[in-house]
């Protein structure tokens, strides 16, 4: 199959630079590897949904709530350095 995607201007550098990487060969190579990464991640949130259901609900606490936010701020540091 054969496609055609359109990128905004602000992502095209980035595009290019994980190219330019060597890691991929190709402008194909990359976007496959990206639809491969999201079946995998899909995959394996869908067995963490479907694990945490043979399990008990039990209340959240408050350190409960601490660790997310710590977990959440973390993530997004991470995937915007400037945030």
């Known amino acids: 199959?054969?496609?055609?995607?359109?990128?905004?201007?602000s992502l095209a550098p980035y595009f290019q630079a994980q190219i330019a990487?060597?890691?991929?060969?190709?402008?194909?190579?990359?976007?496959?590897?990206?639809?491969?990464?999201?079946l995998a991640h899909k995959a394996n949130l869908e067995s963490k949904l479907l694990e945490a259901l043979d399990f008990p609900a039990t209340p959240m606490t408050p350190a409960d709530?601490?660790?997310?936010?710590?977990?959440?701020?973390?993530?997004?540091?991470?995937?915007?350095?400037?945030?």
Request: no cysteine; glycine share 2%.
């Open 1 to 9: 199959m054969q496609i055609t995607i359109d990128l905004p201007e």
């Open 21 to 38: 990487t060597g890691q991929y060969s190709t402008a194909s190579d990359y976007v496959q590897a990206l639809v491969q990464a999201d």
């Open 65 to 83: 709530w601490e660790h997310i936010r710590a977990t959440v701020r973390q993530n997004l540091s991470q995937t915007n350095p400037n945030a």
